[in-house]
């Protein structure tokens, strides 16, 4: 009797080493199995992760395609450019030393104002390459300048030659306070980054030479400059009837050479330009897409 029950006691011990091992194994497989499962989730992340990486490579190949075709645009179009006002002022030149020709005061006075015309047209071209170049720089302008708002809107309504566009209707208006508002900014600067986007509505509201050709209704541009004040910014605000801006181009259309429309003349360097100048001067310019008759742009600068 003794002797089995001395048996069962070591059995009973055998079968507790034997579970004993069991677990220890068992644990030692759910530390793997967790580890296992650590390791697939850190695969999983770093398979998104590469997954997304490649995703913005595309886009990132996309748009240098992209910036690549506009570039070559941007170089046939202002060969086009350049190329049209000077064959224009050549044929002007040809008039004016044709050996005995005689205009009448008419005639000289359109021959004089075509030569001008298209001579402004040169500079502002040539202008625009010079601050493309200098447009990704973040280096601060000069503010030293002392000035009234509306003495920059009034030179910048004179430099985009807005005021003399006959195809549409410029007004300025002011808030209160505005009007006797002071900047302290870079005055050609702040001129030329508000004339530049004046043009830009100047062009957009003026038919394209397409619709006119198809016999399509044209109807009277209007820009509106309004300055206001908010949050210690002046708010220099075109508005305008024309052809508008997609929401989802909002941004896109600040980048160097875009172009939304090809039937409408011009470099797509313009707003680059503008808002460049806009933000080393201290303040932004941008799209209010809450508009919808047309295009808004707000260009924003520090009062002081």
């Known amino acids: 009797m003794a002797e089995d029950i001395k048996?069962?006691?070591?059995?009973?011990?055998?079968?507790?080493?034997?579970?004993?091992?069991l677990e220890h194994n068992f644990d030692i497989m759910s530390e793997g199995y967790q580890e296992s499962l650590l390791l697939y989730d850190k695969l999983e992340e770093t398979y998104?992760?590469?997954?997304?990486?490649?995703?913005?490579?595309?886009?990132?190949?996309?748009?240098?395609?992209?910036?690549?075709?506009?570039?070559?645009?941007?170089?046939?179009?202002?060969?086009?450019?350049?190329?049209?006002?000077?064959?224009?002022l050549n044929g002007f030149t040809q008039i004016l030393t044709t050996p005995g020709m005689e205009l009448d005061a008419t005639t000289q006075q359109e021959v004089t104002k075509g030569?001008?015309?298209?001579?402004?047209?040169?500079?502002?071209?040539?202008?625009?390459?010079?601050?493309?170049?200098?447009?990704?720089?973040?280096?601060e302008l000069e503010r030293t300048d002392n000035v009234l708002a509306v003495q920059i809107a009034a030179q910048a309504a004179d430099e985009s030659r807005i005021t003399v566009a006959s195809h549409l209707v410029f007004d300025l208006d002011m808030t209160e306070g505005a009007d006797m508002a002071m900047l302290q900014t870079n005055l050609q600067q702040?001129?030329?980054?508000?004339?530049?986007?004046?043009?830009?509505?100047?062009?957009?509201?003026?038919p394209a030479e397409a619709a006119v050709n198809a016999g399509a209704e044209v109807k009277q541009g209007r820009v509106v400059l309004r300055l206001?004040?908010?949050?210690?910014?002046?708010?220099?605000?075109?508005?305008?009837?024309?052809?508008?801006?997609?929401?989802?181009?909002?941004?896109?259309?600040?980048?160097e050479f875009v172009q939304l429309d090809d039937y409408y003349d011009g470099t797509g360097i313009g707003l680059t330009v503008a808002r460049s100048i806009a933000r080393r001067l201290g303040g932004n310019i941008v799209l209010d897409t809450s508009y919808t008759d047309g295009a808004r742009f707000v260009l924003s600068l520090p009062l002081n």
Do not use: W
């Open 7 to 21: 048996q069962l006691r070591e059995e009973l011990e055998q079968l507790r080493e034997d579970y004993n091992t």
């Open 48 to 88: 998104h992760e590469l997954e997304e990486t490649n995703k913005q490579l595309e886009v990132a190949r996309c748009r240098a395609e992209e910036a690549s075709r506009m570039k070559t645009n941007f170089i046939q179009q202002i060969s086009h450019e350049i190329r049209t006002p000077l064959n224009i």
């Open 115 to 139: 030569i001008d015309d298209n001579t402004n047209r040169i500079t502002s071209l040539v202008n625009k390459m010079l601050e493309l170049a200098d447009a990704n720089s973040s280096t």
């Open 190 to 206: 702040a001129t030329r980054a508000l004339s530049l986007l004046l043009d830009n509505a100047r062009k957009f509201t003026q």
């Open 228 to 255: 206001a004040i908010e949050n210690q910014m002046l708010n220099f605000i075109v508005e305008d009837n024309g052809i508008g801006v997609p929401v989802d181009e909002a941004e896109h259309i600040f980048d």
